[in-house]
């Protein structure tokens, strides 16, 4: 016979019964709950009027997670492994924001970190295996690291020349009144932004412009080209994990059971 302890433990911890399951399902919905009452309240008009039923609300929410946050302690076999897991400083994260709101009124907005509990969605729904393909991004980012570095570095100098040269060319009287601002121009301008703000005005300085917009037009597609192969590279790298045991051959896919070319069972394929 389970204690109450482990059967608690079972409903709150364990995703792959049917209790907890209903647990993790009801969590989600008053998760989301709390957020939307956070938005809602962050409408001038509303919290002018109903300051206080939201200010009622959010601390019933605060209750309830805080009880939740209690009852995984007690029932969690290693209480402090468990309170200082991701999950479990994310569920601290969630009642810290209503208790500073006793002391600070503007505190209240930053129960929007709340939304980070719905990360839990993925144990809910069985979505683990798909955050496997993360390692090709993360993969194909640390792979391109370098080479968007050189590139970022490579932008930021030329916003930088051409936010100075803008800024000798117009001059405050056109609003570029310092080379900051000028280099602000140079950003918005290059990204193909255009906020509109400030335009320049004499000649010189739109021609100028001209040539910044056309560099940006070159180089926006930069950035993408250096991901997208570097992805490429750690997806076929992860097919190259699989060589046949037979006739060598080492280009298969990552879930491949049996050779492309032989029709061998693959052994050494990765669980």
């Known amino acids: 016979m389970q204690s109450w302890r482990e059967r608690l433990y079972v409903i709150i911890f364990q995703s792959d019964t049917d209790a907890g399951r209903r647990f993790d399902k009801m969590l989600l919905l008053i998760i989301m709950a709390s957020l939307l009452v956070v938005i809602i309240d962050s409408v001038e008009s509303i919290h002018r009027d109903y300051a206080g039923l939201f200010a009622w609300i959010e601390w019933g929410f605060t209750l309830v997670f805080a009880l939740e946050y209690l009852l995984r302690l007690y029932c969690s076999p290693k209480p402090l492994r468990y309170a200082f897991s991701f999950y479990g400083l994310i569920d601290l994260l969630a009642i810290v924001p209503g208790i500073l709101a006793i002391y600070y009124s503007d505190a209240q907005y930053l129960m929007i970190v709340r939304v980070l509990r719905m990360l839990r969605i993925f144990r809910v729904l069985k979505l683990n295996r798909y955050l496997k393909q993360?390692?090709?991004?993360?993969?194909?980012?640390?792979?391109?690291r370098q080479k968007i570095i050189v590139f970022l570095l490579s932008v930021s100098t030329l916003v930088t020349v051409f936010g100075t040269l803008m800024y000798v060319v117009e001059g405050p009287e056109h609003g570029f009144t310092s080379i900051p601002k000028g280099i602000y121009w140079a950003i918005?301008?290059?990204?193909?932004?255009?906020?509109?703000?400030?335009?320049?005005?004499?000649?010189l300085g739109q021609v100028l412009s001209s040539m910044v917009m056309i560099t940006g037009y070159s180089i926006i597609a930069v950035p993408t080209g250096i991901f997208t192969a570097e992805l490429a590279?750690?997806?076929?790298?992860?097919?190259?994990k699989h060589?046949?045991?037979?006739?060598?051959?080492?280009?298969?896919?990552?879930?491949?059971?049996?050779?492309?070319?032989?029709?061998?069972?693959?052994?050494?394929?990765?669980?």
């Open 233 to 240: 590279n750690a997806m076929r790298g992860e097919q190259q």
């Open 188 to 203: 918005v301008t290059l990204t193909t932004v255009g906020f509109g703000d400030i335009v320049p005005k004499t000649p």
């Open 134 to 144: 993360a390692n090709y991004l993360l993969s194909a980012l640390r792979g391109s």
């Open 243 to 271: 060589p046949c045991p037979e006739c060598r051959k080492d280009n298969h896919e990552a879930a491949a059971a049996f050779c492309s070319r032989c029709g061998s069972a693959l052994f050494n394929k990765r669980e």
